[in-house]
């Protein structure tokens, strides 16, 4: 039983000004892409706003499928984001294999103290 006292665990709140409604398109095959729709808090278009485009797709690895998720910069409308999406796609594996690499060096690099 939740006491009314009790503080709460989460402290979720929507913000009313940053409203989005989602859309997402596949070819079934390599990609998909969402396209987030500015909305207003009573669901109507805020023009005011840009829509905002992201991709997702999976690279098969010998450990099995890794899923990459990328914004597409500068896309406005689907057909402009479907044409950024494999340079968006290929940035965010390129930034994952540098994470990669600066997390391999920093754990090469920890002292190891005999013992410990």
């Not at 979720?12 to 500015?38: C, G, H, Q, V």
């Not at 905002?52 to 450990?63: I, K, R, V, Y």
């Not at 796609?89 to 391999?104: F, L």
Request: proline share 9%; charged share 25%.
């Amino acid at each position: 039983m939740s006491n009314a006292n009790e503080p709460k665990i989460t402290n979720i709140k929507i913000n009313p000004d940053n409203l989005y409604r989602e859309e997402s398109f596949t070819d079934l095959t390599y990609a998909t892409i969402r396209r987030l729709m500015p909305v207003k808090i009573d669901g109507s278009p805020d023009e005011s706003r840009e829509p905002l485009f992201t991709g997702m797709a999976q690279l098969m690895s010998p450990n099995g499928p890794i899923p990459i998720q990328c914004v597409i910069e500068g896309a406005k409308t689907l057909s402009d984001a479907a044409a950024k999406l494999p340079d968006a796609i290929e940035k965010a594996v390129q930034a994952m294999i540098a994470e990669a690499k600066e997390m391999e060096r920093e754990e090469a690099s920890r002292i190891v103290i005999p013992g410990q």
